[in-house]
C-alpha cells in the first residue's frame, strides 16, 4: 500500500544518490539529543551556515563573517519581494561586508555558496521540519539544505477521502507519465527546459516508488534500459526526458559507452556530476554483467572502487577520476568485444575468462586451446547440470570431475588446476541460473 511515507522515503533515497545527507526532522528538532536548532521558528540551520562561511573564506576575518552572518538571517527590509531580493542577490553574488586591513577598511565579499565547486558545499535533505512561527504551525515533507540555508521543499499529498492509496498511486504514476510526454514534445523551447530539473525530480520518485511498491508495469531489463537512456540522454544532453520511454519504445538501443557520449560527460562543466553519472552507468553496467561474467565483473568492479575511493579520499582531482572512468569504461566496451573476435559466444567467452584468469595458463597453453576448452565446457555443462541446481553437491561434485577432466585433457598446468577448478564451478553455477532465467 502507498502511504504518504512510502513517497517521503523514496524521495530521500533519490537525494542521498545524489550525494545529499539525510536527516530525519524529529532528530534534529530542539530539545533532541541532536538538535540543530534552538527553536521551531529557526528555518536555518546556524551551525552549518556558520561551518560554511568559515570554510568557503577562509582569508575573511570571523568579525566580518558573523556581519555576513547577521545580515543573511536578519529581515532587512518591510516587504517579503524586497527581502527575496536581497537574499537572492547575497546567494548568488555574495554578501558585502566590510572589516580592517593594515589599518584600512576592506571591501569584501562572503561568499555563501561555492558556485565553481559543488561539492565543497554542504548539501542536506530533512524530511518533516517542523516549523512555528505565531499560531501558524507548518510542516514540509521534504526541505533541501544548502550550507545551512532552505533553499527549497516539497509537499507530499494525502489521498481524498475517497481515493484508496493504490488508486493515488497509479494517478502519479499516470500524472508523471503525462507530464514526460508533454515535456519531450516542448523540449527544446525555453519554457520547457526552465522546468527540466522539476521534471527530472517527478520522474525520479515515479522510479523508485514504483520499485518501493513492485509496479509490474516494466521488466527489470526495462527499467535498466530506461534508467541507462535517462542518464546518457539527459544529462550529457542537458535535457530530462527519456524519450524512447515516451513514445513507447520497449527497450531503446542506447550506446552509453560510445565515444561520443564519453565526451560529452568528459566536458560537462559540472565536473562532478560527470564523476556520479559515470559511477552510475558503470556500476550499472558491472550489474548486468554479475549475472553471467564472474571474472569480467568482478575486475571491473573492483577497478571502480579503486577509482571511486582515490577520488572520496582527494587523492585525485575530479578530472583525473573521470578521465579513470572513461578508460574503464572503454575497457568494459572492449570486453563486449573480445568474444566475438575469438569466435566466442557470450556463454563461452565466460568460461574463457574463468580460465585465463591463470596468466601461466594463457602462456603454456595460447589462445586457441583455451578457446577449445572453454567450448567444450559450455557444452558438457549445459548437457550435464540439473538446471534448478536442487541437489546443489551432487551437481557440484559431477561439474569438478568433468572439469578437471577436460583440463587434463588438454594439459592445463596441474598447480594451476585446483584454482581453476574453483573458478569454472563458480562460472558454471551463475551460467545455470541464468540459463534457468
Not at 537525494?15 to 530539545?31: C, D, Q, R
Not at 505565531?134 to 514540509?140: K, L, M, V
Not at 568474444?339 to 595460447?366: H, I, P, Q, R
Not at 559431477?398 to 585433457?409: A, F, G
Request: hydrophobic share 40%.
Amino acid at each position: 500500500m502507498v502511504t504518504e511515507s512510502t513517497v517521503e522515503e523514496a524521495a530521500l533515497q533519490w537525494f542521498g544518490e545524489l550525494g545529499y545527507a539525510a536527516k530525519h526532522g524529529p532528530h534534529i528538532a530542539p530539545g533532541e539529543l541532536h538538535q540543530e536548532r534552538t527553536g521551531f521558528g529557526e528555518t536555518i540551520l546556524a551551525k552549518r551556515l556558520r561551518d560554511a562561511l568559515a570554510e568557503l573564506n577562509p582569508k575573511i576575518p570571523a568579525e566580518a563573517l558573523d556581519d555576513a552572518f547577521r545580515k543573511v538571517t536578519m529581515t532587512q527590509h518591510p516587504s517579503l519581494i524586497a527581502n527575496n531580493r536581497a537574499f537572492h542577490k547575497m546567494l548568488v553574488d555574495g554578501v558585502p561586508v566590510e572589516y580592517r586591513d593594515d589599518g584600512r577598511m576592506k571591501p569584501d565579499l562572503v561568499h555563501l555558496v561555492d558556485w565553481n565547486n559543488p561539492d565543497a558545499n554542504d548539501w542536506l535533505v530533512v524530511n518533516q521540519f517542523t516549523v512555528i512561527e505565531g499560531q501558524n504551525n507548518r510542516r514540509p515533507d521534504i526541505v533541501i539544505f544548502v550550507n545551512g540555508l532552505p533553499l527549497a521543499q516539497e509537499h507530499i499529498l494525502k489521498p481524498t477521502k475517497d481515493e484508496t492509496s493504490d488508486e493515488k498511486k497509479n494517478r502519479y504514476l499516470k500524472a508523471v507519465s503525462e507530464l514526460s510526454k508533454a515535456f519531450a514534445l516542448s523540449v527544446p523551447h525555453d519554457e520547457a527546459l526552465a522546468i527540466r530539473d522539476d521534471v527530472g525530480f517527478f520522474q525520479a520518485v515515479r522510479a523508485a516508488l514504483a520499485k518501493a511498491t513492485g509496479d509490474k508495469q516494466k521488466s527489470p531489463d526495462q527499467i535498466d534500459a530506461a534508467i541507462r537512456q535517462i542518464i546518457s540522454r539527459a544529462v550529457a544532453s542537458d535535457k530530462v526526458m527519456d524519450i524512447f520511454a515516451a513514445a513507447g519504445l520497449k527497450k531503446p538501443d542506447i550506446s552509453i559507452l560510445s565515444d561520443e557520449f564519453l565526451a560529452e560527460v568528459k566536458d560537462m562543466p559540472q565536473k562532478n556530476l560527470a564523476v556520479e553519472t559515470l559511477r552510475k552507468l558503470l556500476n550499472n553496467e558491472i550489474k548486468l554483467r554479475q549475472k553471467k561474467f564472474l571474472i569480467q565483473s568482478r575486475s571491473f568492479a573492483e577497478l571502480l572502487e579503486k577509482a571511486i575511493r582515490k577520488y572520496q579520499n582527494r587523492a585525485i582531482e575530479a578530472a583525473a577520476v573521470i578521465e579513470e572512468l572513461i578508460q574503464l569504461a572503454k575497457q568494459m566496451r572492449d570486453a563486449e568485444k573480445a568474444g566475438e573476435k575469438l569466435g566466442l559466444t557470450d556463454d563461452e567467452k565466460a568460461f574463457y575468462d574463468a580460465l585465463e584468469v591463470n596468466d601461466s595458463a594463457v602462456k603454456v597453453m595460447g589462445e586457441p586451446t583455451l578457446t577449445t576448452i572453454a567450448r567444450e565446457l559450455v557444452e558438457a555443462v549445459r548437457n550435464s547440470v540439473t538446471i534448478d541446481w536442487t541437489e546443489r553437491e551432487a551437481v557440484r561434485a559431477k561439474i569438478r570431475v568433468m572439469v578437471k577432466h577436460i583440463l587434463r585433457k588438454y594439459g592445463y598446468p596441474p598447480d594451476k588446476q585446483e584454482k581453476a577448478t574453483q573458478t569454472v564451478l563458480q562460472q558454471a553455477e551463475l551460467l545455470c541460473a541464468d540459463w534457468a532465467g
